[in-house]
């Protein structure tokens, strides 16, 4: 995939890791706990405490049970197990060409994996395809997602359209020609009746999926690319930010503004996301390499900007607690913070040669699982973790 025009969305052991495998226009799709990994660019091996898997794509997709993730490497899709950091299954071939982008469905029964020739679903347990490969784009596929009930899959492809799937069957259900230029990101809104799609052109837009139309003008996060992008877990906003120092926000029914844009300290913003259950919102600022917590009711600062990275931090996830959020930087590290107070926890995970590029709490918020520039996902520990 290309790493100059999209970014992928991340288990760090809070001292204790185990080891499993920007400026350029950056961007990353945040569609929840169950975001799909988009490309931003054998066995683990005991490391220092860390468990390291190769992750040479830099991709994570987590299954919604949180028992297994896969990365892609060498052109293949690799399945490990979150407990122990080994090999869940065989690796699947993902064919030709470069992987994109990667996503399980709400259920983890399939695997979307997609790339430069195309989507193809697959049996993870099974370890085999389900049904012939998707055709219909005339480009590479950049992204994939499913929406919550497992009745729709999304893919955005470089010659501009978003083409919506039947994924039980394969069936093609309907073609949006939606930016003009490569569709960069999809991301369904929670309740499934709702679209949003980002653009080389560098606008969002929202489609109306009983209808296939465009809901509004298309949406201007800011001067130049769509750097992030989210629905809040209550449906009731879209969030994206762009090259500027402003987060705006839309209601996705409507798409017009819904109140006030958030204004951080400098931009670009790389990175935007929602807590589950409480009212935050977190952004990274690039110009200072800080990122900050925010009400969404009232668009103030929730805590004082959290500072120590020492390079932009493109990675943002907070555990579904909401009780902590790590942070991942172009410095290689990753740090977690408590969500109340805004105190580091712990000294800084570090592991990672370059920049973080992903990061993913399982449900239960025992592990995070991060991914690099340095062709590496790390599995980590975090100790005395109760089940969220």
């Not at 009745?151 to 930016?179: C, F, Q």
């Amino acid at each position: 995939m290309n790493t100059k025009n999209l970014l992928a969305v991340a288990l760090v052991g809070l001292l204790a890791p185990i080891v499993v495998t920007g400026p350029h226009p950056a961007l990353a799709a945040d569609h929840s706990e169950r975001s799909a990994a988009t490309n931003p660019r054998t066995a683990p091996a005991p490391q220092n405490g860390r468990t390291v898997v190769p992750g040479a794509d830099g991709l994570i997709a987590l299954r919604p049970d949180g028992k297994v993730f896969a990365t892609v490497s060498d052109a293949r899709v690799h399945l490990w197990a979150t407990a122990t950091g080994r090999a869940a299954g065989a690796p699947l071939a993902a064919g030709a060409g470069s992987v994109n982008s990667i996503m399980y469905s709400s259920d983890g029964k399939l695997l979307a994996v997609a790339g430069d020739r195309g989507v193809s679903l697959w049996d993870p347990v099974a370890g085999k395809r389900s049904g012939a490969p998707l055709t219909g784009h005339t480009g590479a596929v950049r992204s994939v997602a499913f929406d919550a009930d497992d009745d729709l899959m999304a893919t955005a492809g470089a010659d501009g359209t978003v083409r919506l799937w039947d994924p039980a069957t394969g069936e093609a259900m309907r073609t949006l020609n939606a930016h003009a230029g490569p569709v960069g990101s999809v991301a369904f809104s929670p309740d499934g009746k709702r679209l949003a799609s980002t653009g080389a052109d560098n606008t969002v837009r929202l489609w109306n999926l009983a209808t296939g139309r465009p809901i509004g003008e298309p949406l201007t996060p800011g001067p130049g690319p769509v750097y992030a992008m989210s629905f809040s877990p209550d449906g009731k906003l879209l969030a994206a930010s762009g090259a500027g120092n402003v987060v705006r926000l839309w209601s996705p029914v409507t798409g017009k503004p819904a109140g006030q844009p958030i204004t951080t300290s400098t931009g670009p913003v790389y990175a935007l996301t929602f807590s589950h259950h409480r009212k935050l919102l977190a952004t990274s600022s690039g110009g200072d390499n800080t990122v900050q917590m925010w009400n969404t009711t009232t668009r103030r600062a929730a805590t004082e900007p959290l500072t120590g990275h020492t390079g932009p931090v493109r990675a943002l996830r907070f555990n579904r607690a909401g009780k902590l959020l790590a942070t991942g930087s172009d410095d290689g590290t990753v740090r977690l913070w408590d969500t109340v107070t805004g105190s580091l926890r712990g000294a800084p995970l570090t592991g990672h040669e370059g920049q973080v590029w992903a990061l993913r709490f399982t449900r239960n918020g025992k592990r995070l699982i991060t991914a690099g520039a340095d062709d590496k996902v790390r599995l980590w520990r975090i100790p005395g973790k109760k089940p969220a």
